[in-house]
């Protein structure tokens, strides 16, 4: 490569941000020249990242935590020299519960992903019937699925497990991370291993089973804190990594414009011309777009492989964190929170007991917690106030856990369209999609959580296969 090229990222999420990060660390490593410039729509960088640090809380308005398990995130710390500010979940909070008919019942011990991996714990468990924990049992002997096409993870569960299973325990559970219908969800985007295991040991339970004891043995060359806790965070939150991206990103010479909504997108020749609200223009030689799909859709031109992106729904979710004084909530927490099936008709969907969990995110004698709103067709809450959500949540609160004490403070987020819903046939749309643009848009590159995974290690995973395809092509 001679003459200074460009690449411009779209996007200052985390996908973007890490597309950044390995667009400078590729091209220097192939020892090449490019000017690399970062455009974020809003002031700030991280995208749904949102940490606020506030009388000595730690408050996460946005994700909070990752998978301990998923290495892109690790890789990424170790990097970046953030190893030592990993921190897990509190040792002493493992139990977390889920509400059955109004009472709040402990998980059984050994589900993973709400797959039963410990029998005995599963038969003994209140919130599962007798009849519904026999259907689960036939999991044992049900053949596989002939074929490995792609159906609905809700479909599958019901198959595998039963019905009972699936609302009571693996809906609630797997909501926390699609916020999604089960039914409407592809399996082979959200768990394809639940596929896979299906297809390599027959039984979903007998392939967790054999899966939890490989998954104990890589465990042990996680970072100390991720060897005893399934989920990890930053001790100063999570916006930790923004903050840290951005500043390496600053000393390697990447232009970075926040404030910058990106509204045009035009092959000029060989080139690429993207246009900026208030009419700039900049063009480049590479771009990766690493925006909502919705947002995406608007700047790849008409085609049906876009519409298909465009059609990919996302959910709106909401969630209100409140603190109180300790001795006000007068509450002992003995776990990290609990689960809510839909069919007990609350307004919130689940509730962390932050502070107990999470021993970095309060100061002593204070309690944080931490409520969610909506899933997918639970998304009236967009009509309602902010005191009309606090009053619906303190209610929940005030009726499952006896707190009627006025809180120190609320924060309530709301997070439009935010929930990605990978419909069935997705892998398929998004390889068609992609093999589209490499012949009209050669040189574009579309990625983030819309496409293959939701979860922060997911993200940097795919913004970090963007940006090596992006350099490669251009110093190959
Ligand atoms: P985004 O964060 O959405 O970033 C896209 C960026 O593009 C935004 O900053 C946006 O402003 C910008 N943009 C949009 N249009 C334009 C434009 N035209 N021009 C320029 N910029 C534009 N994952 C976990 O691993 N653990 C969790 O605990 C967890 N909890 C979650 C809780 C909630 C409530 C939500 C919503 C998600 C959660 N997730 C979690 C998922 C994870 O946070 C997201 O999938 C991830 O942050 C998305 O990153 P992204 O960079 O792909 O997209």
Not at 215 to 235: C, D, H, W
Not at 367 to 394: F, M, N, P, Q
Not at 445 to 471: K, M, N, S, W
Request: glycine share 10%; charged share 25%; net charge negative.
């Amino acid at each position: 490569m001679n003459e200074a090229r460009k690449i411009i990222v779209v996007g200052g999420g985390i996908t973007g941000l890490t597309a950044a990060y390995y667009v400078r660390k590729r091209l220097k490593e192939a020892g090449c020249t490019a000017d690399v410039t970062l455009v974020e729509g809003a002031e700030k960088l991280g995208g749904r990242i949102h940490t606020l640090r506030k009388e000595g809380f730690v408050i996460e308005k946005g994700p909070d935590s990752f998978l301990a398990r998923k290495l892109p995130i690790i890789e990424l710390s170790r990097e970046l020299g953030l190893e030592g500010e990993l921190t897990g979940t509190n040792p002493e909070a493992k139990k977390t519960y889920i509400l059955r008919d109004g009472t709040l019942h402990p998980m059984p011990a050994g589900l993973v992903l709400g797959i039963p991996t410990d029998i005995e714990p599963f038969m003994r468990t209140g919130l599962v019937s007798a009849k519904g924990k026999a259907r689960a049992m036939m999991d044992l002997v049900l053949p596989k699925k002939e074929d490995d096409s792609d159906e609905s993870l809700g479909h599958f569960l019901h198959r595998r497990l039963g019905k009972e299973v699936l609302d009571q325990i693996v809906e609630p559970l797997l909501a926390g991370i699609y916020a999604g219908d089960t039914y409407a969800l592809s399996l082979q985007s959200t768990f394809p291993q639940f596929g896979e295991m299906e297809q390599q040991y027959r039984s979903l339970i007998y392939g967790m089973i054999s899966n939890r004891k490989k998954s104990q043995q890589e465990a042990l060359n996680l970072p100390a804190p991720g060897r005893n806790s399934v989920f990890l965070t930053y001790k100063n939150g999570l916006q930790t990594l923004v903050e840290r991206l951005e500043e390496v990103l600053r000393e390697e010479g990447v232009t970075i414009r926040t404030g910058t909504k990106v509204t045009e997108l035009r092959k000029e020749g060989e080139l690429y011309e993207v246009g900026y609200e208030g009419g700039q223009r900049e063009t480049a030689d590479s771009v990766i777009l690493t925006l909502p799909t919705y947002h995406s859709a608007e700047l790849l031109g008409d085609h049906p492989s876009v519409d298909k992106l465009r059609a990919i729904n996302y959910v709106s979710v909401a969630n209100v964190v409140i603190a109180y004084r300790e001795k006000d909530a007068n509450v002992k927490f003995d776990g990290s929170g609990f689960l809510i099936p839909r069919s007990e008709g609350r307004s919130i969907t689940a509730c962390t007991w932050t502070s107990t969990k999470w021993l970095h995110t309060a100061p002593e004698d204070r309690v944080l917690l931490r409520c969610y709103v909506g899933r997918s067709g639970e998304e009236d809450w967009v009509h309602l106030t902010d005191e009309e959500i606090v009053a619906k949540v303190r209610k929940d609160v005030a009726e499952l856990m006896g707190i009627t004490a006025e809180p120190l403070f609320y924060e309530v987020t709301r997070l439009y369209r935010s929930m990605p819903q990978y419909p069935v046939g997705h892998l398929d749309h998004v390889r068609e999609l992609r093999s589209d643009l490499a012949e009209r848009m050669p040189g574009v590159y579309v990625t983030g959580a819309g496409f293959h995974g939701v979860g922060l290690p997911d993200c940097i995973r795919q913004g970090r296969e963007a940006a090596f395809e992006a350099v490669d092509r251009l110093t190959g």
